[in-house]
């Protein structure tokens, strides 16, 4: 478990990892904790361990939407839009009692749970510690697995959905770092779509 995170940040994992268990959030969680690592990696003077509590805890309140409207509540045109904001009003609830009992050294709770509360609906960054849990989190829609479980939840081929990204997504970086990063997982997956069209043809 300690190649995946900080030692310091296993305890937060295992406090929010019951409320993970919906879309894919544990990996996704994983994935995006992980992208975070590397954006701090360019911008040092950010605060590192209150941007990896906030990722581990951000999508917690997911939990508590309904299965059935986990997938409609997301992309360029939902049908239940409001849903993004109640998760983040539920995950700030579930990580509150969670983060005051952890009482992680050097990091503030209030912080945490501001960033938490807006990580989706707020459109622009409260602190450079937002501002990367934000990149983090969209950063993995890009990815092998983001695009493959987005491709799920709406039924789309991955050229589709890598499309999508790069056409709904994509702008919505804050960053230079973060809009380099999603550039070059947006060609990883148009290659990787371009090869199978040719072995399909090849096939036929």
Do not use: C
Request: no cysteine; net charge negative; charged share 25%.
């Amino acid at each position: 478990m300690s190649g995946a995170l900080l030692d310091r940040d296993i305890p937060t994992w295992l406090a929010a990892r019951p409320y993970l268990d919906v879309r894919s959030n544990d990996e996704h969680t994983l994935i995006s904790y992980q992208l975070a690592r590397a954006l701090l990696k360019l911008r040092p003077e950010v605060d590192e361990a209150t941007v990896l509590t906030a990722i581990l805890f951000h999508d917690v309140g997911w939990k508590m939407v309904p299965v059935d409207k986990l997938a409609d509540s997301v992309g360029p045109k939902p049908k239940y839009p409001e849903l993004q904001r109640v998760h983040e009003v539920e995950g700030v609830a579930i990580a509150r009692p969670h983060l005051l009992a952890l009482a992680i050294p050097g990091v503030d709770v209030e912080t945490v749970l501001s960033i938490i509360d807006g990580h989706d609906t707020r459109k622009h960054a409260i602190s450079p510690e937002d501002e990367i849990v934000k990149e983090a989190d969209k950063l993995w829609r890009f990815t092998s697995h983001g695009v493959k479980t987005i491709s799920g939840w709406f039924g789309t081929p991955p050229k589709e959905t890598v499309a999508m990204l790069e056409d709904f997504v994509l702008p919505q970086m804050l960053t230079k770092d973060g809009r380099a990063m999603a550039e070059a997982l947006v060609a990883q997956g148009q290659a990787m779509n371009w090869l199978q069209d040719m072995m399909k043809r090849e096939g036929a």
